[in-house]
């Protein structure tokens, strides 16, 4: 018991803070990553052969943005930006220097999580508002997107805990969290216990964060 209050009482304010960083630079990145992944999902859907504004060209373009952002490592996206990063924020290190990268790496995925959510849409629904006379954005605000919000809150919380592994991985070029945590002391310095510690933080956080989203998820569907 002395050793684990020891151990609290000089890293305690430590751990705090790198789950905060962690938490605050996952939620922010995935707050602007569905900013910009949900009009590419919908416009993915809206332009596909069968969709209700087909565009072929649109379509093949959007595609190809969004297999080639899907496809660059990550680690190799958070260096590469890393002027970009800079362009932006000012800055590539700490929170603000993570959450570009983070973002434009979410971005093409929630892009595609959000289409296949579309998709799984009655098209029995789709169709009964074309024939009431509804216009394409009430059909895409209130059938697409009020239909498909479970699997969007699902979606949502994978994605959440996927940049969460992403914001530990930012760790290694000084972008602060658990993992910058992880990496200076548990490795660098050899001391296990705070690697270990780290872990587990991460691990509890994620099974936090995947029970909320299927509590949300399950409130909010209709077929419940």
Known sequence: MEAIQGFLSQYGSLLA???WD?????????FFAYVIGIPIGVLVV???????????????????????GRSIPFIILLVALIPFTRWIVGTSLGVPGAVVPLVVAAAPFVGR???????????GLIEAAMSSGASTSQIVFKVFLRESLPSLVRGASITFITLFGYAAMAGTVGAGGLGDIAIRYGYQRFQGDIMVVAVILCIVLVQII????DIVARKIDKRN
């Open 113 to 123: 999580m959000v289409e296949q959510s579309l998709a799984e849409v009655d098209s």
């Open 210 to 213: 995947q029970s909320i989203g």
């Open 17 to 19: 803070q790198g789950v």
């Open 46 to 68: 809206l332009t596909s052969p069968t969709g209700l504004r087909p565009l072929r060209v649109a379509n093949t373009v959007l595609g190809w943005i969004v297999n080639i």
């Open 22 to 30: 962690t938490l605050v630079m996952t939620g922010v990145s995935t």
